[in-house]
């Protein structure tokens, strides 16, 4: 008779698909009474499952505190204003030295004092600012000669989880949405008027492809122009997050400003 075929031989190693279904598994089958039925569970839990896989207990540290700061894409980015002028969003994340509350207390001063932001709100671990519109916030963006690229931004938020007694996982998220809006917004105008100059060039008697060239020649650049500056805001934003992040990570965000470096600004040059 012909030997039972013998179970395929387990590799020496495995790849990383088959590594993700083996703890996928592994997790199932480890979700008993000690699990609730939506199979979630406690850090806790989670921690004791880490220390069973092997994972080292700090990267699974600053594997939860990412979680915790995601954030979800809003349903709006993936309707029609995101499909013509692009994404409202801009993020950046660092770890840092210092703890929670350093942190975004530092953030609050830099925000409120450089960038002419307001606080929004307050929570235990993220503070959300908003652009200052009042006249003392007019008159610091016209005297600093600083770009303030955060002040389109509807809000900026920023959160920080403890990785541990001295480390934190800083976040910070901003959204341009009211600024793409009223990019279309301009963008229907442009169009509008497109229109309206064929309109009158049809009263005039012009022939229906000279009336149509303002619409089709204008709509096109209209469109463009919107999105480059939409785009352009989106990109100048995100660069605005990174060298507050460049900042926070060397101390300078929470430190006041110089007399010689506020006089720089005033004037619209730099300090030597």
Not at 243 to 257: F, S, W
């Amino acid at each position: 008779m012909p030997d039972a075929p013998r179970p395929p031989t387990v590799p020496s190693s495995i790849d990383r698909a088959s590594v993700d279904r083996i703890l996928a598994r592994a997790l199932e089958l480890q979700s008993s009474s000690s699990v609730d039925p939506d199979g979630r569970l406690t850090e806790a839990q989670l921690e004791a499952l880490a220390r069973e896989v092997g994972l080292d207990p700090i990267n699974l540290r600053q594997a939860l505190a990412e979680e915790r700061t995601r954030i979800e894409a809003p349903a709006f980015e993936r309707g029609v204003l995101a499909s013509l002028y692009g994404s409202s969003g801009a993020s950046a994340q660092r770890t840092v030295c210092g703890t929670p509350a350093q942190v975004l207390k530092a953030l609050d001063d830099w925000m409120q004092r450089q960038e002419s932001l307001m606080p929004q709100r307050y929570f235990s671990d993220r503070v959300v600012w908003e652009a200052r519109n009042d006249f003392v916030g007019h008159m610091r963006r016209a005297v600093s000669g600083r770009g303030h690229a955060l002040v389109r931004a509807t809000n900026v938020g920023a959160t920080a989880i403890a990785l541990d007694e001295s480390r934190v996982l800083v976040r910070l998220d901003a959204h341009l949405g009211g600024y793409r809006a009223l990019m279309a917004k301009q963008n229907v105008v442009v169009t509008g008027a497109g229109v309206v100059a064929g309109s009158v060039l049809v009263t005039l008697s012009f022939s229906v492809l000279v009336a149509l060239a303002p619409v089709a020649v204008v709509a096109p650049i209209a469109f463009a122009m919107a999105r480059a500056s939409h785009n352009q805001s989106v990109a100048r934003t995100q660069l605005a997050l990174e060298q507050v992040l460049d900042r926070l990570e060397r101390g300078e965000a929470g430190r006041p400003p110089s007399l010689l470096s506020m006089l720089a600004a005033a004037v619209g040059g730099r300090p030597r």
